[in-house]
C-alpha cells in the first residue's frame, strides 16, 4: 500500500452555500450515520475507525488554508479547492500516510458540503492510497472508503458503481497534475531555520481565493 494518500469530491452547491460552508464549524462525527464502517467492503474491509473520531473543532475554510500554508511550508500535503461550474471540487494529497485526524476530518468537512447541495441527489467521496497520485478506474480493488453525502446526510458505503463518479473527478485531478507541476517549477528558498521551503501556487484555478481570505 502506498505511503501517498488522497480524497476528493464533487458537490454541486451555489456559491453563497459554498462561502457559507467555508466559515460554518466542521460537524462531529455524528454527522455520518455510520462511521464505524468506514472502510467495510473495499480494501481495508475489517479495519475499523470508530475509536479515532473525533470533532474537528475548526471550520472548512481554516482546515483547507492549513493544508495551503503547509504545502508552502513545504509540508508534503497537495490541495486543489475550486468552486466552479456551481460545484465544490476537492483533490486532496498526503504524502506522508494515513494520518487519521487529518482524513477524517476532510470527510467530515465534506459531510457538511453535502448538506448544503443544490439537489437532492446523493454525492460521493473517495478515499485512496496511489504512489503516483492519480486517480484509478472504477473497477480498481485498492478503494479505501467511498463516503456518500447530500441533504439527507453521510453514510459510508460498502459497494457502489464508481464509473460515472469518477468520470466527474476526471477535472479535478487533471488540474491536481497541473498544480504538482507548478510546485516542481517552483524555485525553493531558505528560511533562515534550516529548511527549504518550497513555494505553492495559489492561483484561482488551484485555490478558490475565498478559501485564502
Known amino acids: 500500500m502506498s505511503d501517498s494518500f488522497l480524497l476528493a469530491t464533487q458537490i454541486?452547491?451555489?456559491?453563497?452555500d459554498f462561502q457559507r460552508w467555508l466559515d460554518s464549524p466542521i460537524p462531529g462525527p455524528g454527522s455520518i450515520a455510520d462511521p464505524d464502517a468506514m472502510f467495510d467492503g473495499w480494501f481495508w474491509d475489517g479495519k475499523r475507525a470508530a475509536d479515532v473520531w473525533?470533532?474537528?473543532?475548526?471550520?472548512?475554510?481554516?482546515?483547507?488554508?492549513?493544508?495551503?500554508?503547509?504545502?508552502?511550508?513545504?509540508?508534503?500535503?497537495?490541495?486543489?479547492?475550486t468552486h466552479e461550474d456551481g460545484a465544490l471540487r476537492v483533490y486532496l494529497c498526503?504524502?506522508?500516510?494515513?494520518?487519521?485526524s487529518f482524513v477524517h476530518t476532510a470527510l467530515l468537512a465534506f459531510a457538511a458540503a453535502g448538506a448544503l447541495a443544490s439537489d437532492d441527489?446523493?454525492?460521493?467521496?473517495?478515499?485512496w492510497a496511489e504512489t503516483?497520485?492519480?486517480?484509478?478506474?472504477?473497477?480498481?480493488?485498492?478503494?479505501?472508503?467511498?463516503?456518500?453525502?447530500?441533504?439527507?446526510?453521510?453514510?459510508?458505503v460498502a459497494e457502489a458503481d464508481l464509473t460515472a463518479v469518477i468520470a466527474g473527478l476526471r477535472p479535478a485531478e487533471e488540474r491536481f497534475f497541473a498544480l504538482v507541476e507548478r510546485?516542481?517549477?517552483?524555485?525553493?528558498s531558505w528560511d533562515g531555520a534550516g529548511e527549504y521551503r518550497v513555494g505553492a501556487p495559489l492561483e484561482p484555478r488551484f485555490i478558490d481565493p475565498a478559501v485564502l481570505a
Do not use: I
Open 183 to 188: 510546485m516542481a517549477e517552483g524555485e525553493e
Open 12 to 16: 454541486p452547491m451555489t456559491r453563497a
Open 94 to 100: 498526503d504524502l506522508m500516510g494515513y494520518l487519521e
Open 121 to 127: 441527489a446523493r454525492h460521493t467521496a473517495l478515499f
Open 54 to 81: 473525533q470533532a474537528p473543532g475548526t471550520t472548512p475554510r481554516e482546515f483547507f488554508k492549513g493544508c495551503v500554508a503547509g504545502a508552502a511550508a513545504g509540508s508534503p500535503v497537495s490541495c486543489v479547492l
Open 132 to 156: 503516483g497520485g492519480n486517480l484509478p478506474g472504477p473497477e480498481w480493488p485498492g478503494w479505501l472508503a467511498v463516503l456518500t453525502v447530500g441533504r439527507g446526510g453521510a453514510r459510508f
